[in-house]
Each structure stands twice: as structure tokens, then as C-alpha cells.
């Protein structure tokens, strides 16, 4: 299988490192050669370079988009590169998200692969790394590596694309938005979105992401509460978060009906979208309203119009179907996996005494 653990004498011979500034020439042609999904190269198959979206190309240069918190490893043999790994690290959640994977060679990509991801791995549980994320498409053996290398497969996500040159609704007043009870989300929003969270998402992936009150109480800047696969990949130049009250309130007055996140993007990516809504809830204000808000920015930013794109779970429909009336459409469907170091123990509990 080519996208295994095939050994070959190049991949053992090779070796992991950090990559150095000298290595960016090399670095962009690998992460390049990648993502046009030649033959002879395996990536993580994300919808970054279609034929749609390609202008931006999210991967166009690895370093190029580097971060404080970010990480990155080659795969170096006989002074050739070979393979990179790139990862986003959360500090205050310590999670690492592997945001690309890339290798070259049809024989050994997948054995090159695999040791990149065992050294992140490694160095991961090191540095106290609780929790490993990664998104990929279902091709080239994917999602056997990881799975091989102690990642669960916990999900599957659409990514939804509104192509560029489309035209955006207006910016809604704020009279109209407050009569639709939407507003900027606050930190005291907190317990609020926790609940909504919880009404949309099943209980294992609840336990597996195990968000805490204060991740929801972080919203806006550069916050990515709830996760996506495309939100560590993705650039913004700023993050808004946005709720829509229930028309009823709920039991104490704080119950909200979806959740809205706006990733205004930088030059050379789309805009993003993510919202979080009940089934039972019409999020067809909240898309208008959002991509209205995107209006907004891109008139006062001057920036190129790359189009918005939107991550939907599939556990989280009717929203995919509210996108698509908005022109959306359907790029590419992906897999969610994670590993988690910690041991959960189980809490203390009265039980009955034998006899």
C-alpha cells in the first residue's frame, strides 16, 4: 500500500530535524510538488489547491506562514529533502495540530511520513502535549498511517466554498440585527455556549475535544473555539464571534440559538465561516449577517476577494443545506482524528458491596 509503512535503504538511512531558514527554497517546492498531488508525492489531500480555489494556494509557502507557536520538520537524505511536517501548537490547551504532512518518493512516502509523524509524536509528549489533531482526505493511505500511529478517527467534516466574484450581501444595520437578536459574543456567553455546544455535538466527540468554560470565554481575536480542519491552516488577520438568542430565552433567560465565527483572511486566502446552530434553530439570518459582515471588511481593507469558505460537520446539518441556499457549494469532504496522551481515570463513585 503506498501510503503505509513501506521501508525502503533511502527512508532509513534519512533522518527528522528541524528545519532552518536556508531550507525555504526547498521547503516550497516539496510543499508545492505536494499539493498538486503528483504521483509521486503523498500530502494530507486537503482542498487547498483544486482547481477552484488554487489562486490562494493555503500551502503556497510553509515558512512563508510561520507563527511563534508553530513547528516544523524535514526529512532530510543524503542532504536531499525528502519529507516536511508543520504543526500548530495551542499553548493554553496544550494541543498540537499537524497542519501538513508531505513526502516524495513512491516506494518509501509513506515510511518517510509515518517516522515525521512519530518524531512529532515523541517530541509532542516531551514538551507535555496532551492532545494531537489532524485533518485529512481519505486517500493515499491517510488515514491508515494515522491510525497506525494511535490516532482515533472521530469524525468527518465538508468544507463548503463561495467562489470569488460573487456578490456578498449588504451589511446589516444594527437596528436589523438587534430585532434578529444577534450581537457580539462576551465572555459571560460562556455557559451559554457550552450548553449550545453540547445540544449540536455528539457525546464522544464532546469527550474528545473536552472544551472548558474558559475556551468558550476566549472568543474574538485570535481564538479557535470551536475547531475546524481548516482554522490552524488558515491565516487571519482578525477572528469575530457573533450568537443569536433564543427567541424564548430558556430556563434562565441565557439560551442561545447558534453560535457565528468570521475569519476575516489575509491577502492571499479566503475569508472563513463557521457556524454553530441548533437543528431546530434557522441559522439562515446568521449566514446572511455574516457574510454581510465580510462585506463589510473587505470594503474598508481594500483586500482581493478570495471567496469565504465554510467547515461543516456532518453530525451539524441542516446548516450545510442553509450554506449551499447562501452559494455555497460542496469542495471536499474530510477526515477528523486525534490522539490523546493523557489517561482519563474515573472518577470516585459509591458502588454496591459484594457479597
Known sequence: MSGGRESSPPARSGKVRVARLTDLPALGELSRLAQQDAAETRSLGLPVSGPRIGVFSLFRLPLGAFQAHDLLYVYEVDGRLAGLIRVERETPRDEWTIVELDAIGMAEAGDIRFRLVQHILRDGSRRGAIRFHVACSDTAGNVELFMQAGFARYGEEHILFRPPGTALPEPWPDKRASACQIRPAVPIDAIALARLYAAVTPQPV????????????????????????????LRFADVEAYVREAPDGGADGTKLDAFLQIGVAKEYQPDYLKILAR??????????????????????????????????????????????????????????????TAVRVAEPALVPVAR
Open 279 to 340: 437543528p431546530e434553530a434557522d441559522s439562515v439570518p446568521l449566514v446572511d449577517y455574516g457574510l454581510g459582515v465580510i462585506a463589510a471588511r473587505s470594503k474598508t481593507g481594500a483586500r482581493q476577494d478570495h471567496g469565504v469558505i465554510a467547515p461543516v460537520r456532518t453530525y451539524e446539518s441542516p446548516t450545510d443545506r442553509r450554506l449551499e441556499e447562501a452559494g455555497f457549494a460542496l469542495e471536499s469532504t474530510v477526515t477528523l482524528l486525534m490522539k490523546e
Open 206 to 233: 464532546q469527550r474528545l475535544e473536552a472544551y472548558r468554560l474558559a475556551d468558550w470565554e476566549r472568543q474574538g481575536t485570535g481564538w479557535r473555539v470551536p475547531r475546524s480542519s481548516l482554522a490552524p491552516i
